[in-house]
């Protein structure tokens, strides 16, 4: 009787998968070209990672978005998971999946108002950021998280800083155990841009359906890499008359508000530095940071 030698191929998938889940997200990555069955493994295990990932519980993805002059008047924001995209409308039509369709995946989230009796912060149109109740902050926002845009007459365009960061929240109030950057990026809101999105969104109150095209035009991305964006609404506001006198040639002062929609999240990015932060704590490397609430 001959004896076939046991070797790693030859193990059952359940032993296969138990064991490859010992290693590192970006230790499977260099096997996956080992064979094609370990790929379909890995993926496998890979795409369960990153469900998990996007909701685990006691950490929270927090927003932090502002204009550059008022980053440290701006609050951050703790947001509310709301979902990942499905695999199989990814890969569409093909057989099988790939990495390239699991990078491609990406976890929503919201931005939510701070809960309690607290006061929060609002955008005053000439003064900057003011003090405000929640009650009154969420009846002129509608309950999402919102920026005002004012643009004077020779200004082209206003910049958002943005920084999405994975908490683990601490025992008290206002400590965070570890913190790790998921993405951080300059975008520029164009004047153009904002009077589009102001046109399409009284289009689409007429049909109450936004097409494709229109969901995505709403989505900034914080960086060239697309690991964030926001999916914003745009209103448009009260005409402003700060700044000098409009000389010919020049455009109208305008003001709009950006409610913050959404938040989107590449998910493959957001697993890696899920496994950095469980890193962190297990070695003990996370420094807590104390924050301003």
């Not at 845009?149 to 601490?170: H, M, P, R």
């Not at 508000?257 to 003990?284: D, F, I, W």
């Amino acid at each position: 009787m001959v004896e076939y030698p046991t070797t790693i191929g030859t193990l059952p998938n359940e032993i296969l998968m138990n064991v490859l889940c010992l290693f590192p997200t970006k230790s499977l990555l260099p096997l996956t070209l080992t064979s094609r069955r370990i790929h379909d493994v890995i993926l496998r295990i890979i795409h369960n990672r990153m469900l998990a990932a996007a909701n685990i519980p006691g950490h929270h993805v927090v927003l932090e978005c502002y204009h550059p002059s008022t980053k440290h008047s701006t609050p951050y924001y703790i947001c509310e998971y709301l979902g990942t995209d499905d695999l199989e409308t990814r890969a569409g039509l093909q057989d099988s999946c790939t990495l390239g369709h699991l990078r491609g995946l990406y976890s929503h989230f919201r931005p939510v108002q701070p809960e309690g009796d607290r006061k929060v912060w609002a955008v005053h149109p000439i003064s900057g950021w003011h003090a405000t109740t929640l009650d009154a902050f969420r009846e002129n926002t509608g309950g999402l998280v919102s920026q005002n845009v004012d643009l004077e007459s020779y200004e082209q365009f206003s910049q958002l800083q943005s920084v999405v960061n994975l908490v683990k929240v601490g025992p008290k109030k206002g400590l965070f155990q570890s913190c790790v950057t998921i993405g951080e990026g300059l975008t520029r809101v164009w004047r153009n841009w904002l009077g589009e999105q102001v046109k399409r969104n009284e289009s689409s109150n007429d049909s109450q359906l936004e097409s494709e095209d229109d969901s995505k035009t709403r989505l900034l991305w914080s960086s060239m890499d697309q690991h964030t964006g926001l999916r914003l609404h745009v209103t448009e506001g009260k005409e402003f008359t700060v700044g000098p006198t409009r000389r010919n040639g020049d455009d109208e002062n305008v003001s709009y508000t950006l409610q913050y929609e959404e938040l989107v999240v590449r998910t493959s990015q957001l697993l890696l530095q899920v496994e950095e932060s469980l890193s962190q704590e297990v070695n003990h490397e996370g420094k807590p940071m104390m924050t301003v609430s």
